[in-house]
């Protein structure tokens, strides 16, 4: 276990997943207010990471929270993509966990608050996202120094974003990590059901809603830049993704490990054993998300 790891008898990310489940099944009618608020605690099984700083910015139009590890390269900038279904979830709920990968890799990172559905639907967030690269390109960053890093639906984005900038012929990102990517806009994912017992928030139910809003009904759920599913992948950047063996998403990240590999991609994958959707939430008290974040620290190096 590393030094600074917190030791917990519970998995803290599964009991609050739970909490969540049982707030909704007790509230079907919660208000979107509501839900945000309840969502906003997802950072609570992060452990705040030490010698780290924030601040709050707006690039390229966009707001949100840059961290400031001490000693961080800040040439080198992970943009990272909250999840939350492209609904709930902000900057604050999950500076902490960009903060750690931040720190792990010894770069900066800047959390967008990019534009939530159902106010904005697709591709309101995608637009977010190129806008931010397009504004630190412009203020002088290279591009293969701009990581695009999310979880959940924010991993769709960082994904999505890079489909984006090669569509408009825009140089790429450097690299593209996404945890627990939800991607799957059709629903039809196997382990939606074969890890239904296991997986303590993710439901059919949960997602349709949650396509509903980012769709509103007029997008196509097979449009690449929603679903990159159905993207082609040609002269994609490298890719690390996780995800936990217990999710009911986990198949999303193996198709797109698949979908990547066929297209020529330097794709790696990690399937954590007996974890929850974006497990590296536990980092500063799991020994298995602070070893995922060593690992991707490596990766990165590996490839600069």
Known sequence: MTPNTVTTTQD???DLYADWSAIMAENPQMSMRLFRAVFDEWHQPTVEPEDVTYREDTVGGV?????LPAGGDASQVLLY???GGFSV???????????????ALGVVSFVLDYRRAPEHPHPAQVEDGVAVFDALLE??????N?????????????????????EQGKPAPGQVIAFSPWVDMENKGETLHTNAATDALITPELLEGMIA??????VDPKTPLAN????????FPRLYLTAGSVEALVDNAQRLEGLARRAGVDVTLNVAEGQQHVFPFLAGRSEVADQELFRIADWYRQGR
């Open 81 to 83: 993509t909250h999840g």
């Open 139 to 144: 203020s002088g960053i290279k591009p293969e």
């Open 63 to 67: 707001p949100g929270i840059w961290c």
């Open 89 to 103: 979830g902000s900057a604050s709920s999950h500076r902490k966990l960009a903060a750690h990968v931040a720190k």
């Open 228 to 235: 990159p599913l159905y993207a082609d992948f040609s002269g």
């Open 213 to 218: 809003g980012v769709l509103g009904g007029a």
């Open 12 to 14: 803290a990310l599964r």
């Open 146 to 166: 701009i990581t695009t890093i999310g979880d959940s639906a924010g991993g769709n984005l960082a994904i999505a974003i890079a489909l984006a900038l090669k």
